[in-house]
């Protein structure tokens, strides 16, 4: 049987819910140390709670930050070439990069420069 959700808690209200205090005092504090969250949250919105469970929330907190790029439409946004047409495309790039600088030394000293 599905649970009915409770009509007098309220998700938003870090009052009544001890992962948004933890939430919110991180955001204030985000140097701060598991204890010290600890305390801050009893002082603030009175919930007793646990380092463990601010070391959990600290680690979904900051799991959203960890996802892969992907690739764009058009092709730039990547690192692999996946089709034929970006091969083609990457080729062409390459030629005239080439035809430019001159040399292949000329063009790798260019892209070392420019990657960092």
Do not use: C
């Amino acid at each position: 049987m599905v649970k009915k959700s409770d009509s007098t808690s309220d998700r938003s209200d870090p009052r009544k819910n001890k992962s948004l205090a933890i939430r919110t005092v991180l955001r204030k504090l985000p140097a701060a140390k598991a204890s010290e969250v600890v305390a801050q949250v009893k002082k603030e919105f009175g919930h007793d709670v646990k380092q463990n469970m601010v070391y959990m929330v600290k680690t979904k907190v900051n799991m959203g930050g960890r996802r892969r790029r992907r690739n764009r439409a058009d092709g730039t946004g990547g690192a692999t070439l996946s089709s034929a047409a970006q091969w083609v495309g990457a080729i062409r790039l390459a030629r005239q990069l080439l035809k430019e600088t001159g040399s292949v030394a000329n063009a790798t000293a260019l892209l070392k420069a420019v990657d960092g």
